[in-house]
C-alpha cells in the first residue's frame, strides 16, 4: 500500500454514550427522599395535632408568627410547646390577669348581643369596667353554646373563699356584676372547683369543698339582688377540668356564674 493510501484513509473514534434514567439512574431517588420526607413531616403534624391542648397549639402558632413579639413568656418556655402570646386573652387568663376568651357560641344574633353587651361591660371592652384594675385580675368572661360565662378565680395570696366560705373580695366581685346579671331574665348555673390536693393529705374533701362553695355564692345573690329562684343547677365538680397546667395551681380555685341562654336545654 502507498503511502499516499495511508494518508486518505478515514480515521474512525468510538465514543462511548452514556444514558442517564431508567432503573440505572439517580432522579428517582431524589423524589423518592422527598416523598418520604413529606410523608414524615405530614405524621408528625398529625401526632402534634392529636397530642397538644388548644393553648398549647396557639402558643406554637405564636412562635412563628412575625407580628407576635416572642417575650419570656411568649414561646421559648420550657419547650416549644409551652410558649403562649402576652397579648392573648387566653394568657392574660392562664397568668391571673383578667381576660376574655373566644367565643365558641353558635346561638341567635339577638340573644349573642345581649350577652356580649353584658360581657363589654363587665370587662371595659368599650370603656370603663365595672371592676377596679385589681379586681378585674381575678375575672374572665367568655361566651359559649350554652351561655355568658362570669368566671371568679383564685391569685396567689388572694382566695377567693376561706374554706367553704366567700371572702370580702369575691363578696365584692360579685356585687360588681350582679348588676348586669339583673338586666336578663335568663336561668342561671353555678359550677364550682378547687385545687388539687397532694395525694399524701389522709382525707381529701374535694366534692364536698368544690359543691359548698358553689352553694355558698348561691346564697349570696339575694345580698346583690339577684333571685335565688333564677338558680337552677349548682355543680361542684372538685379538681376535675383544671385551668392550669399545675393541678394543685390556685388558678385551678375557680367559680363560674353561668347566664344560661334560654334555648339550650338545662344539663342534669
Same mark, same amino acid.
Given at each position: ?16 454514550? +452514556? ?10 431517588? +431524589? ?28 402558643? $406554637? ?35 391571673? @390577669? ?15 348581643? =345581649? ?15 365595672? $371592676? ?8 374572665? =368572661? ?26 370580702? $373580695?369575691? #363578696? ?15 336561668? +342561671? ?18 366534692? #364536698?369543698?368544690?359543691?359548698? @362553695? ?5 346564697? @349570696? $345573690?339575694?345580698? =346583690?339582688? +339577684?333571685? #335565688? ?34 334555648? =339550650?336545654?338545662?344539663?342534669?
Amino acid at each position: 500500500m502507498s503511502k499516499k493510501d495511508d494518508n486518505t484513509r478515514p480515521i474512525i473514534i468510538k465514543r462511548k454514550k +452514556v444514558v442517564e434514567g431508567g432503573h440505572h439512574g439517580g432522579a428517582w431517588k +431524589v423524589a423518592y427522599a422527598d416523598f418520604v420526607t413529606a410523608m414524615m413531616a405530614f405524621f408528625l403534624l398529625m401526632w402534634l395535632l392529636n397530642a397538644t391542648t388548644d393553648q398549647q397549639r396557639r402558643g $406554637l402558632a405564636d412562635y412563628f408568627s412575625p407580628t407576635v413579639s416572642l417575650t419570656p413568656v411568649s414561646a421559648g418556655g420550657d419547650g416549644v410547646l409551652t410558649g403562649q402570646s402576652m397579648s392573648g386573652d387566653a394568657s392574660m387568663i392562664q397568668l391571673g @390577669r383578667g381576660g376574655i376568651t373566644q367565643s365558641d357560641a353558635n346561638g341567635t344574633a339577638p340573644e349573642d348581643g =345581649v350577652l356580649e353587651a353584658i360581657e363589654a361591660a363587665i370587662m371595659g371592652k368599650g370603656g370603663e369596667s365595672l $371592676l377596679d384594675r385589681e379586681d378585674l385580675r381575678h375575672v374572665a =368572661v367568655r361566651l359559649t353554646d350554652e351561655g355568658l360565662v362570669i368566671e371568679f378565680f383564685d391569685l396567689p395570696d388572694s382566695p377567693l373563699y376561706d374554706g367553704v366560705e366567700v371572702t370580702p $373580695l369575691l #363578696e365584692r366581685l360579685l356585687a360588681s356584676v350582679a348588676g348586669e346579671v339583673r338586666k336578663v331574665p335568663n336561668s +342561671v348555673a353555678i359550677d364550682a372547683y378547687i385545687a388539687s390536693v397532694p395525694v399524701v393529705e389522709r382525707a381529701p374533701q374535694s366534692w #364536698e369543698v368544690s359543691s359548698g @362553695r358553689g352553694h355558698a355564692l348561691r346564697r @349570696r $345573690l339575694p345580698d =346583690v339582688g +339577684v333571685s #335565688e329562684a333564677r338558680v337552677v343547677r349548682v355543680t361542684g365538680h372538685a379538681d376535675r377540668r383544671p385551668a392550669a397546667t399545675d393541678p394543685m395551681s390556685s388558678r385551678n380555685n375557680r367559680v363560674e356564674i353561668i347566664v344560661l341562654r334560654d334555648t =339550650v336545654p338545662l344539663r342534669r
